[in-house]
């Protein structure tokens, strides 16, 4: 039974940037898809960011592609998120997750949330 743990999150000015990570113990996540999820007061969660436990293929969501870049670390059991380019729109509290089989993943683990506030 994987655990999943973010840290990372804050407050930042728009145009900057932000790098959250995520790490898990209970196993390994080397079979894994990894991804991230974001969900703002008010609004359904969305969909930011994948990556495959095979080709380390990565997904973007729409409104984070050129901006975000998801990264995995097997070795060190995380995963990460760089943010670049902030918008007050990607304020959120930022979620990992862990997946089965292929992309778009089967979402088996997840962590209990990172909040990232993006001022104007």
């Known amino acids: 039974q994987l655990q999943l743990v973010e840290s990372g999150g804050g407050l930042v000015q728009a145009g900057g940037s932000l790098r959250v990570s995520c790490v898990a113990s209970g196993g390994t996540v080397s079979t894994y898809g990894l991804g991230w999820f974001r969900q703002a007061p008010g609004k359904e969660r969305e969909f930011v960011a994948a990556i495959s436990w095979t080709t380390w293929r990565t997904y973007y969501g729409d409104s984070v592609k050129g901006r975000f870049i998801i990264s995995r670390d097997n070795a060190k059991n995380t995963v990460s998120l760089q943010m670049n380019s902030l918008k007050p729109e990607d304020t959120a509290i930022y979620y990992c997750?862990?997946?089965?089989?292929?992309?778009?993943?089967?979402?088996?683990?997840w962590g209990q949330g990172t909040q990232v506030t993006v001022s104007s």
């Open positions: 997750a862990a997946g089965s089989g292929s992309y778009p993943f089967e979402w088996n683990y």
